[in-house]
């Protein structure tokens, strides 16, 4: 699925989504995930939207955040978020490629693991 990548639209999260890296899971909504970068280049750029919205929204990592190569990180969504379990995911990597994942169920995965 295309999205354009804008402010205007629908916004994930109208908080900042809490971000951290670490090994401990504590996480209070069913479709939170932790996200595995299996790659030696950082991930930039993180965008989470519902599948069905045609907008990415903004980018949950932040001006000032990465997740290191061979790191994770869990993602927090909030009923902000909607109620929809299906989410796509797009990464983008320090040296401009991305990767979609499209559809994901949320409520059934525990960790994505993306490689460039």
Request: with cysteine; proline share 5%; glycine share 6%.
């Amino acid at each position: 699925m295309k999205k354009r990548l804008a402010i205007a639209g629908l916004v994930l999260g109208a908080a900042l989504p809490l971000f951290a890296a670490g090994a401990h899971r504590t996480f209070a909504d069913q479709r939170d995930f932790r996200i595995e970068n299996d790659s030696y280049r950082p991930i930039y750029h993180l965008y989470i939207s519902p599948s069905n919205s045609n907008y990415w929204g903004s980018d949950w990592l932040g001006p000032n955040q990465v997740i290191a190569p061979f790191d994770t990180a869990n993602v927090h969504l909030t009923a902000a978020d909607g109620p929809s379990c299906y989410f796509d995911v797009l990464v983008q990597w320090s040296n401009g490629d991305t990767s979609e994942n499209d559809n994901l169920n949320l409520c059934a995965l525990d960790t994505l693991i993306v490689s460039d």
